[in-house]
């Protein structure tokens, strides 16, 4: 990547990434896609509150933490970090009301949160995203790892997102736990291709995640990781990190 010093440190996406979409069965998915989201929580994410976490990033000379809360009841978002030009932000905001926010929300925190948020939770916008096409592609070689896991592959409409044509693959063991993944940016935005790892299992309350994420941006070694998580369950005064 040219000119690493001037990549946005709030605005660097490595995963392009859709609006969140709301719950829906519109489309049918393969069998496989409920067993993922399943196995990482989606039975009880209903009684989720607040998920709390830091997003961590080394890619290149550029290293960065944003730390998030998020209220999936009320959509709510806060968070905490730096903006382009490297000042500190602190900002709680509702995505419906994303419109009426100032242009560093609109511009580089929420496409901030989005993108971290799908490192975090993407199992479950297999069955979350209705706009996304699902397809279970049978066994495949890892791309990484040694080994053969089964292929779903989670392809993105062109039209819908902040970078619309999306398509995830992911390689899927017989515990229907991600091993690895590819993803391919819909567009030219560099990076353009990201092929990593899904390791450091941990359970966080009800959830299942993957802390951390070792492969290649475009080629380039890159790392992403997460620290700090919990989650905070309706009616509980208490927050149960991640172990």
Same mark, same amino acid.
């Given at each position: 990547?040219?000119?690493?010093?001037?990549?946005?440190?709030?605005?660097?996406?490595?995963?392009?990434?859709?609006?969140?979409?709301?719950t829906?069965?519109?489309?049918?998915?393969?069998? /496989?896609?409920?067993? /993922?989201?399943?196995?990482?929580?989606?039975?009880?994410?209903?009684?989720?509150e607040?998920?709390?976490?830091?997003f961590?990033?080394?890619f290149?000379?550029?290293?960065?933490?944003?730390?998030?809360?998020?209220?999936?009841?009320?959509?709510r978002?806060?968070?905490?970090?730096?903006?382009? =030009?490297?000042?500190?932000?602190?900002?709680?905001?509702?995505?419906?009301?994303?419109?009426?926010? =100032?242009?560093?929300?609109?511009?580089? /925190?929420?496409p901030?949160?989005?993108?971290?948020?799908?490192?975090?939770?993407?199992?479950?916008?297999? +069955?979350?995203?209705?706009?996304?096409?699902?397809?279970?592609? !049978?066994?495949?070689?890892?791309p990484?790892?040694?080994?053969? =896991?089964?292929?779903?592959?989670?392809?993105?409409?062109?039209?819908?997102?902040?970078?619309?044509?999306?398509?995830?693959?992911? $390689? +899927? !063991?017989?515990d229907?736990?991600?091993?690895?993944?590819?993803y391919?940016? !819909?567009?030219?935005v560099?990076?353009?291709?990201?092929?990593?790892t899904?390791?450091?299992?941990?359970?966080?309350?009800?959830?299942?995640?993957?802390?951390?994420?070792?492969?290649?941006?475009? !080629?380039?070694?890159?790392?992403? $990781? $997460?620290?700090?998580v919990?989650?905070?369950?309706?009616?509980?005064?208490?927050?149960?990190?991640?172990?």
């Amino acid at each position: 990547m040219t000119n690493t010093s001037r990549v946005t440190k709030m605005g660097l996406l490595f995963l392009g990434v859709l609006v969140l979409a709301a719950t829906s069965w519109a489309q049918k998915r393969p069998p /496989i896609a409920e067993q /993922i989201a399943k196995t990482y929580g989606l039975d009880s994410f209903g009684q989720i509150e607040g998920i709390r976490y830091t997003f961590n990033a080394a890619f290149g000379e550029v290293k960065l933490s944003r730390t998030w809360f998020w209220e999936p009841k009320a959509d709510r978002v806060s968070y905490e970090g730096k903006d382009k =030009a490297d000042k500190p932000v602190k900002v709680t905001y509702v995505r419906s009301q994303l419109s009426g926010q =100032a242009a560093v929300v609109k511009d580089e /925190i929420d496409p901030g949160f989005i993108n971290d948020q799908y490192w975090l939770l993407f199992p479950f916008h297999v +069955v979350w995203d209705s706009s996304a096409e699902v397809t279970d592609t !049978g066994m495949h070689k890892l791309p990484l790892g040694k080994g053969s =896991a089964r292929q779903v592959v989670v392809k993105y409409p062109s039209n819908v997102g902040y970078t619309p044509g999306d398509t995830w693959t992911l $390689f +899927v !063991g017989t515990d229907n736990r991600v091993q690895e993944f590819i993803y391919h940016r !819909g567009g030219n935005v560099k990076p353009t291709v990201v092929i990593a790892t899904w390791g450091d299992y941990k359970k966080a309350g009800p959830l299942l995640v993957s802390l951390d994420h070792r492969g290649t941006a475009d !080629g380039q070694p890159l790392r992403i $990781f $997460f620290s700090d998580v919990s989650v905070k369950l309706t009616g509980s005064n208490t927050w149960a990190n991640a172990q």
